[in-house]
C-alpha cells in the first residue's frame, strides 16, 4: 500500500475540515446564509451516500430514492401536526416507516435486474408520490407546513442554526462510517461479490437476494434519517420533494462526486449544488451550462470528481 | 473538471460577500423565471420594473435595489431563495410569490424574521384564516373569491345546472369550493384531474358532455388553461354547452388560446381596459416599454405591490426599522391601485369589486379582454373571520 | 353504452399516441442498449418545428413535413456528435448524459423561441366533430390521430418484419456482435435507427400539439410513461410496446372515465372526487410493478440474448 497523503485524501480532509469550520466562518463573516446553505448540502450529502451504498457497492440502481426523503420528512411533519413534538418519538419512527419501505419494495423489485430495476423502483417512488398527494389532511399537493422542530428534551435545540448544522454533519460523518464499516465488513465483501459475480457468490452457497435486500434496507433507513433532517431544516414537506427528477438529482450528484467511493457522493453533492446556487446567480439560463456540463462529465471525467482526483494522484 | 472547481471557489466567494447595510431600500422578488411557467414570472417582473420606473426607482428619497430569486416553482427551492433574501441581502420586503404552495413554504421565514412579505399573486385559504400575519399583505385576492363571482354571476345570469372541471390540487379545489358557495343552481358533477401531468381531458369532457348539465366551470391556470379550450373546441362542445372560467383566460394564454377563447366569460377583480388614470398609465406604458406583450393581472397585482410598498417608505420617511409605522400606513390601503380604490380586510387581503370579463375583437382585429360588468361589489373573502388579528 | 365507446375510443387514441413515442425509445434502446431520456426533448422539438413551420408556410401538411425532416436531421446530428460516444458505457452514464441534454434543450427551446410557449392551430376541415355511430360525435383530430398512428404501426410492422434493413435491426436486437462481425456497418446502421426513433418521437409530438399546447418541457411527463411501456412490453419488442401503448392508454382513460364513479359507492361524494385522480394515476405504476413481478422481463420480451 502506497502513502496516504496523495491529492485525494488531501482534498477530502480539506473540505471535511472545512464543513467543520463553516459555522465559525459564518459568525466572523456574520453570514448567516452560507450556514444554511451548507445545512442543505450536508443533508442531501447524506442522502446521496445512502444512494452510494447500494448503487454504488451493491450495484442496484435505484431511481426511487427520493420516496425515502418524503417518508422520513412525512414522519416527522404527520407526528408534528398530531402534537406529537418529540424527536425521540418522530425519528425512530421516520427510520422505522423508511426500513419497511424499503424492505417490502425491496423484496418485490429484487427479483428484477438493470433497467428492469431501475423502473420498478420508479414506479413505486412515483406510487409514494400520488399517496403523497393524496393526504389531504396534511396539506395534499400543497404540502404540510412544520410550526416547531423535533425536540429532544433540551438535549439539542433543533432551531439554533448552529447545533442543527452539527447534527446534520454528525448525521452525515456517522453515515459515512457506518458504510465504510458495512463495505469492509464481511457482509459488505458478499454485496460487492454478488455485485461483481451473482452466480460465482450464489454457488459458494451465499443467497444472493438476502444480502442484497439487507444492504436495500439499510440505505433506505440512512435515506430516511436524511428526510427527517431535512424536514427539520426547510420546515415544510410536500410531495414536489418526493417526484422522480430528485431521485434523478441524487444519481446525478453519486455520479458526480464518483460512484463506489467513499466520499464522492459528499463532494458531488457539495459541487452539484454549489453549481446550481451559483450558475443560477449568473445567469437564467443555467441550465444551458449545466447540461453540456454534465454530458462532457460523463464523456470524460468518468469516477466523477473522485476518479479525476485519483488520477492526479498516481501522477 | 477543475473548471467545475473554480466554479464551486467561485461560489463560496460570491456567497461569502457580506451584505452592505447601505442607505438603500431593499426587496426581495420571488417568482417563476424558469421553466414552462417563467412567462408568468417575467410579467411579473417587467410589471415590477415599469412601477419602480414611475417612482423615478427612488423610495422615500432613497434608492430602490431589488433582487429577483427564481423558485422554480418549488416550495423548497422557494424557500430556500426566500431565506438567502432575508438572511444574506437583508431585504427589507420581500414579494412576488405565484403559487401558493411556495408560499405556504416562505410564509414562516420571512414572519419568524418580521420581514415584510406582499403576495402579488398566491391567495390560499390558511393565509387569509388561520395564518394570517401583521407582516404579510396581499395585492391579490383569496383564492376563492374568484370563483365565488363567476357563480354569482351565473345565478345573476339564471343558469340552472353546472359541471365543475378543476385540477386535484389545494388552488383547484378552493376554486371549485368557491363557486359551490355561490352557485345557487344543481352541482350535476365534479372532476378532478391529476396535477400538473394530465394535459388531455377528453374522458372529462366526455362525461361533462353525457352528464346534460347547462353549462361547464373550469379552473385551468397558464399551459392547462389553452389545452383544455383548444379540447372543448375540438370535441364540439363549445356549440352545446357553455364554459365560464376562473383563471383561465389571460393575456398570456389568449395569444395561444385564439379563436377558441372568443366569448367564453371570466371573473377578474382587474381588467386590462378598466377605466382609471393609473390603470392607462399602467397599461399604455407597459405595451410601449415591452413591445409586442400586454400586461396581465398578475403583472397589475405585482405593480400595485410596488406601490404598497412605496407608500410605507415614504410615510416613514425611508426609515425601515419603524416596522409598526409602516403596517398601520399599508393598512390604509392609501396608493393609487390601478384596480381602483380597495380596502384592507383584517386579514389584510384586500375588499374589491370583481368584474366580467369577456373575450372580444378589439377595432385592429386583435383579441382582447374586456370588462363587460360589475358582477360584485366590496367583496370579502370567506375566511376573515378565522384570522385573529382584530381590525 | 355510447359513454363507453366514446371514451374507448379516447383511451385508444392516447394509447396509440404514447405507442408512436414509446416506438422509438424501445428501437433504441433494444438495439443499441442505449437509454435516451432526450427522447422527450426529441418529442417537443417535433411540436416546436411543427408550430414554426406551419406558420411561416400557411400550410399544415407542408409544415408539419418540414417539421419531421428536421426531427429526423436533429436526431442524426446528435446521435453523431455526442451520442454515439456513449453506447457500449454504462446505462448510469447514458442517463446522466441525457439528463444534461433535457436540461440544455429546455434551456435553448426557452432562449429561441421564449418562455410563452406556442400554439398549432388545425386547419378548418380537422376541427369539426365527426358523427361514428348515431349519437357518437368524435372530434375529427382524433380520429385522425388514431387513422395515421395505425398506418405508422402497419409501416413499422412492414419495414421490421419484411425488409432487409428490418432484419438487421432484429439481428442487431438479439445479438449485436453478431452482425457486426457479419460486416454490416453498424455505425450507419445505428444512425440511422437513432434518426428513425427521433422522428417517430417528433412525429408524436407534432400530432399532440394542436391538441395540448406547444411548451417547454412538455417531453418529461409523457417521456416517463413511454419508458413504464417499454418496461412492460419487453425492451426491443415494437409488438410489446404496441399492446402496452394501448392497455396504458386504455387503462388511463378509462380509470378517469369510470373510478370516480365507483369510488363513490363506496366512499362520500368528495373523498371519492379527489382520491379518484390520485388513484387512477397511481394505475399505470401499479400496472408496472405487477408485471415486473410476475414476469420481470416484460409482457413480450425481445429475444434472448
Known amino acids: 500500500m502506497k502513502s496516504h497523503i496523495n491529492v485525494r485524501n488531501v482534498v477530502v480532509a480539506l473540505v471535511a475540515l472545512g464543513l467543520l469550520l463553516l459555522p465559525l466562518y459564518s459568525a466572523v463573516t456574520g453570514n448567516i446564509f452560507i450556514l444554511t446553505l451548507f445545512t442543505r448540502i450536508v443533508i442531501f450529502a447524506l442522502a446521496a451516500a445512502s444512494l452510494n451504498l447500494i448503487m454504488g457497492y451493491g450495484g442496484m440502481m435505484s431511481f426511487g430514492h427520493a420516496a425515502y426523503l418524503g417518508i422520513g420528512g412525512y414522519a416527522v411533519g404527520i407526528l408534528a401536526y398530531e402534537g406529537i413534538g418529540s424527536g425521540f418519538i418522530q425519528w425512530p419512527v421516520a427510520l422505522a416507516a423508511s426500513a419497511l419501505y424499503a424492505l417490502v419494495i425491496g423484496a418485490l423489485s429484487l427479483r428484477t435486474r438493470g433497467v428492469y430495476f431501475i423502473m420498478i423502483t420508479l414506479a413505486f417512488a412515483q406510487m409514494a408520490y400520488y399517496i403523497a398527494s393524496g393526504l389531504s389532511r396534511y396539506g395534499g399537493d400543497d404540502g404540510l407546513t412544520i410550526y416547531k422542530r423535533s425536540t429532544f428534551g433540551g438535549l439539542i435545540d433543533l432551531s439554533n442554526r448552529v447545533q442543527f448544522y452539527y447534527l446534520c454533519l454528525f448525521c452525515l460523518f456517522g453515515g459515512v462510517y457506518l458504510i465504510w464499516r458495512i463495505i469492509n465488513s464481511r457482509f459488505g465483501m458478499v454485496v460487492r461479490g454478488v455485485r461483481s459475480n451473482e452466480q460465482r457468490m450464489q454457488a459458494i452457497g451465499f443467497h444472493a437476494n438476502r444480502y442484497r435486500l439487507v444492504c436495500f434496507v439499510i440505505s433506505g433507513t440512512i435515506c430516511g434519517l436524511a428526510g427527517a433532517l431535512l424536514a427539520n431544516n426547510t420546515d415544510f414537506i410536500s410531495p414536489a420533494g418526493m417526484y422522480w427528477t430528485r431521485s434523478g438529482e441524487l444519481m446525478v450528484m453519486v455520479v458526480f462526486g464518483g460512484m463506489g467511493s467513499l466520499f464522492g457522493p459528499v463532494l458531488g453533492t457539495i459541487v452539484f449544488l454549489l453549481l446550481e446556487e451559483v450558475l443560477s446567480q449568473f445567469t437564467e439560463y443555467w441550465a444551458l451550462i449545466m447540461g453540456p456540463l454534465l454530458l462532457l462529465i460523463v464523456l470524460f471525467a468518468r469516477g466523477g470528481i473522485m476518479g479525476v482526483l485519483g488520477r492526479f494522484s498516481r501522477g | ?391 | 353504452m355510447l359513454v363507453l365507446v366514446e371514451q374507448s375510443l379516447n383511451g385508444l387514441q392516447f394509447g396509440l399516441l404514447l405507442f408512436l413515442l414509446a416506438a422509438g425509445l424501445t428501437l433504441v434502446f433494444g438495439i443499441m442498449d442505449f437509454v435516451n431520456l432526450a427522447h422527450g426533448s426529441l418529442y417537443m422539438m417535433g411540436a416546436y418545428f411543427a408550430a414554426t413551420f406551419v406558420a411561416w408556410t400557411n400550410s399544415f401538411i407542408l409544415g408539419i413535413l418540414l417539421a419531421l425532416g428536421a426531427t429526423l436531421l436533429l436526431g442524426i446530428a446528435l446521435e453523431f456528435i455526442a451520442l454515439r460516444h456513449l453506447y457500449g458505457r454504462d446505462h448510469l452514464d447514458q442517463v446522466l448524459a441525457t439528463f444534461g441534454l433535457i436540461l440544455f434543450f429546455n434551456d435553448a427551446v426557452r432562449l429561441i423561441w421564449g418562455p410563452a410557449g406556442l400554439s398549432l392551430p388545425l386547419p378548418a376541415w380537422l376541427t369539426v366533430p365527426v358523427q361514428i355511430v348515431p349519437g357518437v360525435f368524435y372530434p375529427a383530430y382524433r380520429l385522425s390521430i388514431i387513422v395515421v398512428a395505425l398506418a405508422v404501426a402497419a409501416l413499422l410492422y412492414i419495414v421490421v418484419m419484411r425488409t432487409r434493413i428490418g432484419m438487421l435491426i432484429r439481428a442487431g436486437a438479439s445479438n449485436r456482435e453478431m452482425i457486426g462481425a457479419l460486416g454490416i456497418n453498424i455505425k450507419l446502421l445505428f444512425t440511422l435507427v437513432f434518426g428513425l426513433g427521433a422522428a417517430l418521437a417528433g412525429l408524436a409530438g407534432l400530432m399532440q400539439a394542436p391538441i395540448l399546447t406547444v411548451q417547454i418541457g412538455m417531453g418529461e411527463n409523457i417521456l416517463i410513461l413511454a419508458f413504464v411501456i417499454i418496461v412492460i412490453g419487453g425492451i426491443g419488442s415494437i409488438r410489446g410496446a404496441f399492446m402496452a401503448a394501448i392497455f396504458v392508454g386504455m387503462i388511463d382513460t378509462l380509470g378517469r372515465a369510470f373510478l370516480p364513479d365507483l369510488l363513490r359507492m363506496v366512499l362520500s361524494s368528495a373523498a371519492a372526487s379527489t382520491a379518484a385522480p390520485a388513484l387512477s394515476s397511481m394505475l399505470i405504476y401499479l400496472l408496472m410493478a405487477i408485471v415486473l413481478v410476475v414476469r420481470p422481463e416484460g409482457l413480450f420480451p425481445a429475444a434472448k440474448r
Open chain 2, 1 to 391: 473538471m477543475k473548471k467545475a472547481f473554480w466554479l464551486a471557489g467561485a461560489a463560496v466567494l460570491a456567497l461569502a460577500q457580506p451584505a452592505s447595510a447601505g442607505d438603500t431600500i431593499k426587496i426581495g422578488f420571488v417568482s417563476t423565471f424558469s421553466g414552462p411557467t417563467a412567462v408568468i414570472g417575467n410579467d411579473m417582473r417587467n410589471s415590477f420594473e415599469l412601477a419602480l420606473d414611475h417612482l423615478g426607482r427612488k423610495m422615500g428619497g432613497k434608492p430602490v435595489e431589488v433582487i429577483y430569486e427564481d423558485d422554480g416553482q418549488k416550495p423548497d427551492v422557494g424557500k430556500q431563495k426566500t431565506e438567502k433574501l432575508i438572511q444574506s441581502d437583508k431585504v427589507d420586503f420581500i414579494a412576488g410569490y405565484i403559487w401558493s404552495n411556495v408560499l405556504l413554504a416562505s410564509l414562516k421565514t420571512a414572519v419568524d424574521s418580521k420581514t415584510f412579505l406582499i403576495s402579488a399573486n398566491a391567495g390560499p385559504s390558511q393565509l387569509a384564516g388561520e395564518l394570517c400575519s401583521p407582516y404579510v399583505f396581499s395585492t391579490s385576492w383569496q383564492n376563492d373569491q374568484t370563483p365565488q363571482a363567476v357563480g354569482t354571476y351565473m345565478n345573476q345570469k339564471g343558469v340552472k345546472s353546472v359541471f365543475l372541471i378543476g385540477p386535484n390540487y389545494a388552488a383547484g379545489k378552493d376554486m371549485l369550493a368557491g363557486v359551490k358557495s355561490t352557485f345557487k343552481g344543481q352541482v350535476v358533477g365534479e372532476e378532478y384531474t391529476v396535477w400538473p401531468s394530465q394535459l388531455d381531458f377528453s374522458a372529462e369532457l366526455t362525461k361533462a358532455k353525457n352528464s346534460k348539465a347547462e353549462s361547464i366551470f373550469v379552473f385551468y391556470p397558464g399551459a392547462a388553461g389553452v389545452q383544455f379550450l383548444n379540447q372543448y373546441a375540438q370535441a364540439g362542445i363549445k356549440a352545446q354547452i357553455p364554459l365560464y372560467t376562473a383563471f383561465t383566460i389571460d393575456e398570456l394564454s389568449l395569444p395561444l388560446q385564439k379563436e377558441n377563447a372568443l366569448g367564453v366569460p371570466g371573473a377578474q377583480q382587474w381588467v386590462n381596459d378598466l377605466p382609471n388614470a393609473e390603470n392607462k398609465k399602467f397599461v399604455e406604458d407597459y405595451r410601449k416599454k415591452f413591445t409586442g406583450l400586454r400586461p396581465t393581472f398578475y403583472g397589475a397585482q405585482s405593480y400595485d405591490a410596488a406601490n404598497l410598498i412605496n407608500s410605507a417608505v415614504v410615510a416613514v420617511k425611508g426609515d425601515t426599522s419603524k416596522k409598526d409605522e409602516m403596517k398601520a400606513e399599508m393598512e390604509k390601503a392609501n396608493f393609487k391601485s390601478v384596480r381602483g380604490p380597495f380596502k384592507y380586510g383584517n386579514n389584510h387581503i384586500p375588499i374589491q369589486n370583481f368584474y366580467l370579463q369577456d373575450v372580444v375583437k378589439d377595432a385592429d382585429g386583435q383579441l382582447a379582454l374586456k370588462t363587460v360588468a360589475t358582477i360584485v361589489k366590496d367583496d370579502q373573502d370567506r375566511f376573515a373571520d378565522k384570522c385573529p388579528m382584530k381590525k
